[in-house]
């Protein structure tokens, strides 16, 4: 099961039908779909806003498939339900996901930004079950 996966492979489509696969962490809460979090203004979250048929497959920290990948459509988590996905990413991630959230959260200090930055969770349905 790709939840299992340290990372996957998530491949969105750019506008020209361009595949662009970037590795991402990935959990699950109930072992059917995947849920992933990624900041509001990276470019696979406005692809997917745009298109959210992706593939996922197994990957290494690099991107680099480790397995076949599996067509899956993205949908987009409202605040309330996302809120479990920050719970099982410090689960499963631990000690590297805190660190990210301090690294994170000091850039935007020096970098004098105004509010808090803001995450958007997904989740990721494999088409073939739907």
Request: with cysteine; aromatic share 8%; proline share 5%.
């Amino acid at each position: 099961m790709l939840a299992n996966e340290g990372y996957i492979s998530l491949t969105t489509y750019r506008r020209d039908g361009t595949v662009v696969a970037t590795p991402v962490w990935v959990v699950s809460d109930d072992g059917k779909r995947l849920l992933v979090w990624t900041g509001s203004e990276m470019w696979k979250a406005k692809r997917i806003r745009r298109d959210p048929c992706v593939l996922v497959a197994p990957s290494d920290a690099r991107g680099r498939a480790k397995g076949d990948a599996v067509p899956g459509e993205a949908r987009f988590l409202d605040a309330a339900d996302g809120q479990p996905v920050i719970r099982l990413l410090r689960q499963k991630y631990g000690f590297q996901k805190r660190a990210l959230d301090a690294y994170n959260s000091l850039v935007r200090k020096l970098g004098r930004r105004c509010g808090p930055a803001r995450s958007v969770y997904i989740e990721i349905v494999d088409q073939q079950q739907v």
